[in-house]
């Protein structure tokens, strides 16, 4: 700079002048040329002045070796254009055109007519800094200038740049050793540099944030801050602010990114209820964020040091983009994200985020969260209509949940679990949900308006408020809570509650009805095929269980089919392999009954009273027949009182909603059917329990008939057939270890083939029948 | 109980619906002199019950005095009368299965007109199955029959239950005595006591058919007689207790059937004397009351093998099954039981009352009572006892491991 000044106003014959620098910066630092507004003037007033008072001095001519300079001037630094048209409007009139005239002679910018030289070029050194052409130095008086008040004449004292001892001065060495020096040495250059106090700096460093550019920051072509001069701030020298602003630039341009990825995300047409809710959300954040950001500053802004307000505002902004960070995946991904992740994901970063403004965002999000769930299940609670997939899934088949409710298995929705909501009360949100819509539908739909609860009434968002508000600072607002509360408040539940009870009620009937209906073959007479509901009615079955029952007419003999589907939502007990269960029962149950009804046909035919044999066969045959229907009837008779048992010790637990009684009561029907299919021996050899006693009463049947037709030797070979067909029975019997001793009676040893075979049971020791007491 | 409507109470079975929407017993009341049934008809608790056009009394109401012989010519007379009652109410059923007769079988009760009934009900309905609660004399000690003839008229009664019900359910008198005496604390029963065990027995026997049971929907499936005419059955009940009396035993399955299986609990006086090869032919054991699934199925597995069968192959003779009861009687116990039991140790009660028959027969004691009967000859009792002594015979064959490979 004092070579720049030097070549400017001296040329370079005179010696570098520090006291033109003191000038220079004195004039630019006091702005002494004011208006009557005591508003400094500009350079551009400046200049309109000069040019003026070159008019009023007639030196026109000489206007356009003026512009030039002051041009050149004001490209290459304002500052010194400033000083040389302060110090020019200071020269007195008659210096000022007699050097000027004098000066641009001796350049060769004028000739000696004052007429100016075209393509004449100003006197410039190597680093292009014009020589003036009119003369200033007469005026170069820091005091006078700057018009320094008396006791502010700092330059009474200059420094002296060598001392007595022709050594460099001490405050000379220690103005040689600032580091705006150094820099501009190092760099060969001079430098320009702000020197900022609290204030303005913060300003500026707040206005980043915020997005705005300043003369400190400054903003490139890809839109990244970047620090336009060095500066300084009070204390703070140029490194030290240089490198705390570094950190400072980084996170801006990184929150400057992602907030446009996030805008950039952003779908304002969209219907998704979830996205609309995220991105008015980040809207308010992010003008919370610049009225934080001032907050922060605000707080103690005299009192506090300032690395730490700094420092404040840096973790604050990087909470704040840390949160955006997220937001941004979450966008990106939002269909993977369901509102309880959602919800889960906030409740975690309110908790445990690093940052404390982070932690506060994603509390205020975790609370929007917790809002629309609970208001959405509000609605889904109080209106058929409501959508449901905002919160629950579809998982198509209810053998994709883990243990589900007799609810979910008529419809397999499901509701997430997370940290927030466990799996109890999210599986009783949606039974609730669900048994509210059957519900509904199985009123009439007159009543279905009442059965709007709710929903578009003004009660209803009062009491999502009176739920979220129930909450303070000593106790949070929490996801469970407040869907515990909600379940409180609605009337759903207890409607839901009666409901179920009556279903309960009506299950249990209906397991009864199934019991009596299938294991009574008796008194459905001849004619299966024809339901005859009024004649069964007269059994006492009720009315709406028996029209439920149908009959495939593809039945054959050996394999009745029944067809079971009630109203829901009792249809969810009759699965196809319930009612292949229950057919199989009524099957085997009727082919036995059959078979006793053909050997009833044999009683007090001629045959059957000649032949003890004959007498013999049929009364083994009807024996057994008989045998195996009673043990059937008293296993399934035992497993459904054992049934019926376990409800009214688990149902009569009084903390049990209706709910979960229906899931007990539903189990408990699973149980006695696998304990059916067992008692039936469905599983062992392929189920074929029906066929071999198919055989049997087929042996049964041929010979009654034989034996009425007076055909001994026929009855005596289907005997034989029969006997064949028992030891077949009696095989799978004997892989059923744990009936196997009810049917143990039947066995019969092979010792012979004619009559006599002794029983592997029979006895000639004392019996009780035979004792005496 | 006739005006009360149960889904599980058969009321058709032994009951109609009359217009007055009461229930009136399908039941035709015969005797040949008007005092019993004309005494009931003035009692206040049946006088309303019976349908009226079913009671036959005899038009000259002097009885058959004790007398088979005068019993059964004088139901000859009146048997068509007898039989268009019987054949009227049968008609007016939907479904006949089976008819339920009770008659004593020593004299004085409808041993000889119920004989000559059982003909015709067996002819005019071959296909039906007929069951008859005998009452046979007692014969033991002070409290034997008041008549002489007694032996006779069981003999001639014997042919025609051996030819004609499928299953005879023999009532014992003296065993009956026996334990009304003990049960019921007094040396002389009254009509009372011995009527409530027999009613008990009656009752519990058709329990299963008259409310709704599955195993035993209908009388025909009662399959109690393997080897007709082996078909007379022994019953027991328990408990027996008094029914003005405190109850202050505990009851269960096991107890009951324990009880059931003694002896001495058969309503047949000679059971405590059962031959060391008498053995149980087929028997069914109702078991009523609080009773659950399990218990019978474990029960069945534990007397299975205390039960004597016969030396050749057969299943199990005893047959357990809960029957159900009666949900307008609140009894005393919890669990009771009844056994029906075709067993060969009831021969030795025929085998006592032939003696006696052939100690009065060689005597010709008392044969010109029966001889002046016209229509009668002494023939018809010596082919009765002929039917007597082959169903004796029957008896000890079938104890025999030949028994059903005997004459091939």
């Excluded at chain 2, 002489?148 to 014992?172: A, G, K, T």
Aim: hydrophobic share 40%; proline share 4%.
């Amino acid at each position: 700079m004092l070579s720049t000044l030097g070549f400017l106003i001296h040329g370079n014959e005179k010696p570098k002048r520090l006291k033109d620098l003191t000038c220079l910066y004195m004039i630019n630092k006091n702005q002494p040329i004011r208006d009557e507004n005591d508003k400094p003037l500009s350079i551009n007033d400046l200049k309109t002045e000069l040019k003026n008072r070159v008019e009023i001095l007639n030196l026109s001519n000489f206007q356009v070796i003026i512009d030039k300079v002051i041009e050149k001037l004001e490209e290459m630094d304002d500052s010194i254009c400033y000083f040389v048209l302060v110090s020019t409007f200071y020269l007195s009139d008659s210096i000022f055109e007699e050097s000027l005239k004098e000066m641009s002679v001796n350049q060769g910018l004028m000739n000696h007519n004052f007429e100016y030289k075209l393509y004449s070029e100003l006197l410039e050194n190597s680093k292009n800094i014009p020589k003036l052409p009119w003369d200033i130095s007469k005026v170069l008086n820091p005091t006078e200038l700057a018009k320094l008040p008396p006791e502010q004449q700092i330059f009474e004292n200059p420094i002296i740049p060598i001392d007595n001892w022709g050594l460099i001065s001490a405050e000379y060495r220690k103005i040689l050793k600032t580091e705006e020096l150094l820099i501009s040495a190092r760099e060969n250059q001079s430098i320009i540099f702000f020197h900022l106090e609290n204030a303005q700096f913060f300003a500026k460093l707040l206005e980043m944030y915020r997005g705005k550019s300043s003369d400190l920051f400054q903003i490139n072509d890809k839109k990244h801050f970047y620090l336009g001069n060095l500066c300084r701030v009070e204390e703070w020298n140029l490194t030290m602010t240089k490198t705390i602003l570094a950190k400072h630039l980084f996170l801006a341009n990184l929150l400057s990114d992602t907030r446009q990825n996030l805008e950039a995300l952003f779908n304002p047409i969209s219907e998704n209820p979830i996205r609309k809710a995220i991105q008015n959300f980040l809207r308010e954040e992010f003008q919370q964020f610049s009225e934080n950001l001032f907050e922060i500053f605000s707080e103690n802004s005299e009192n506090m040091n300032r690395h730490r307000k700094c420092h404040e505002i840096y973790e604050f902004a990087r909470g704040f983009y840390h949160v955006l960070k997220d937001f941004v995946k979450i966008l990106k991904n939002l269909n993977d994200f369901s509102p309880i992740d959602l919800n889960e994901m906030s409740f975690v970063g309110s908790r445990f985020a690093a940052l404390e403004s982070a932690r506060k965002i994603w509390k205020r999000f975790n609370l929007i969260l917790i809002q629309f769930i609970v208001k959405k299940c509000a609605e889904m609670l109080t209106s058929p209509e409501a959508e449901l997939f905002d919160l629950l899934v579809d998982e198509g088949d209810s053998k994709l949940i883990r243990d589900p409710s007799v609810w979910q298995r008529l419809n397999p929705l499901s509701m997430e679990q997370s940290r927030c909501i466990d799996r109890n009360l999210s599986n009783r949100i949606v039974d609730l949900i669900i048994s509210y819509r059957f519900f509904v539908n199985d009123k009439k739909n007159e009543e279905r308006n009442e059965l709007e609860l709710f929903s578009i009434t003004p009660c209803f968002e009062s009491t999502i408020d009176e739920i979220m508000t129930s909450f303070g600072p000593e106790n949070p607002p929490e996801l469970e809570k407040s869907l515990e509360l909600l379940m409180r408040k609605l009337p759903t539940t207890e409607i839901v509650e009666k409901y179920s009870r009556k279903i309960l009620a009506k299950s249990i009937r209906f397991f009864d009805f199934l019991k009596q209906f299938f294991t009574q073959p008796h008194i459905h007479g001849k004619s299966i095929s024809n339901l005859d509901v009024a004649k069964y009615e007269k059994y006492g079955f009720e009315r709406e269980f028996l029209q439920a029952i149908s009959y495939d007419f593809r039945s054959t003999f050996d394999d009745c089919r029944f067809g079971i589907a009630p109203k829901e939502p009792l249809n969810v007990y009759t699965t196809e392999s319930v009612a292949f269960v229950y057919s199989q029962v009524f099957t085997i149950l009727n082919m036995l009954k059959n078979a006793m009804d053909a050997i009833i046909e044999t009683r007090r035919c001629d045959t059957f009273q000649r032949e003890p044999r004959l007498r013999y066969s049929i009364f083994h045959m009807n024996d057994v027949v008989f045998t195996i229907r009673k043990n059937i009837m008293g296993l399934v008779e035992a497993a459904y009182v054992d049934m019926k048992k376990k409800l009214d010790l688990e149902l009569s637990n009084k903390s049990l909603n209706s709910n979960e009684c229906l899931n007990i009561c539903y189990r408990s029907h699973r149980i006695f059917m696998k304990e059916i299919a067992a008692i039936l021996m469905l599983s062992l050899n392929r189920g074929s329990t029906a066929r071999i006693l198919k055989m049997m009463v087929t042996s049964v049947s041929e010979s009654s008939t034989s034996c009425i037709s007076d055909d001994a030797v026929s009855a005596d070979r289907h005997y034989q057939e029969f006997l064949k067909n028992l030891s077949l029975f009696l095989d799978l019997c004997r892989q059923d270890r744990l009936r196997y001793s009810l049917y143990k009676s039947l066995e019969f040893s092979e010792e012979s083939t004619d009559f006599g075979r002794k029983s592997a049971f029979s006895s000639y020791s004392d019996d009780i029948s035979c004792r005496s007491y | 109980m006739s005006h009360e409507h149960d889904v599980n109470d058969n009321k058709d079975v032994l009951f109609y619906q009359a217009d007055d929407d009461h229930y009136v017993p399908r039941a035709v009341l015969v005797d040949l002199e008007p005092r019993v049934i004309g005494g009931m008809m003035q009692s206040p608790n049946f006088s309303n019950l019976f349908n009226t056009d079913n009671i036959f009394l005899s038009d000259h109401g002097g009885g058959a005095g004790n007398n088979w012989a005068s019993g059964y010519c004088q139901g000859r007379e009146v048997q068509e009368k007898i039989v268009d009652i019987i054949v009227r109410e049968a008609e007016n059923t939907e479904n006949l299965e089976g008819i339920l007769l009770t008659h004593s079988v020593s004299g004085g009760t409808g041993s000889g007109t119920g004989s000559l009934l059982l003909e015709r009900l067996r002819e005019i309905f071959p296909k039906k199955v007929i069951q008859t609660y005998s009452v046979f004399a007692n014969t033991e000690g002070n409290s034997s029959t008041d008549v002489v003839v007694h032996p006779y008229n069981w003999v001639l009664s014997m042919q025609r239950l051996i030819e004609n019900p499928d299953h005879v359910v023999v009532l014992d008198n003296a065993a009956l005595h026996r334990l009304a005496a003990g049960k019921f604390k007094t040396d002389t029963p009254t009509f009372d006591h011995i009527n409530s065990l027999v009613g008990r027995i009656m009752s519990t026997s058709t329990s299963m058919y008259r409310f709704n049971s599955s195993i035993l929907p209908s009388i025909r499936y009662l399959d109690i007689a393997p080897f007709p005419p082996m078909h007379f059955i022994q019953s027991g009940i328990s408990p027996v207790v008094d029914p003005s009396e405190n109850f202050t035993r505990k009851t269960s399955v096991a107890d009951v059937t324990r009880f059931l299986l003694k002896p001495t609990s058969m309503m047949v006086s000679t059971a405590a004397g059962v031959r060391p090869n008498d053995c149980m032919l087929s028997s069914y054991m109702f078991l009523q009351g609080q009773i659950e699934p399990h218990n019978i199925l474990a029960a069945e597995q534990n007397v299975d093998f205390a039960i004597r069968r016969t030396p050749f192959y057969m299943t199990k003779p005893l047959k357990m099954m809960h029957a159900p009861l009666s949900p307008y009687v609140k009894p005393q116990y919890k669990v009771s039981g009844l056994l029906l039991n075709n067993s060969t140790s009831v021969a030795p009660l025929f085998d006592s009352l032939l003696a006696k028959y052939d100690k009065l027969r060689s005597k010709r004691a008392f044969v010109d009572k029966f001889e002046k009967i016209d229509n009668f000859s002494l023939d018809m009792m010596d082919e009765a006892v002929h039917s007597v002594q082959d169903l004796l015979d029957e008896y000890r064959a079938v104890v025999q491991k030949d028994y059903l490979t005997r004459g091939l």
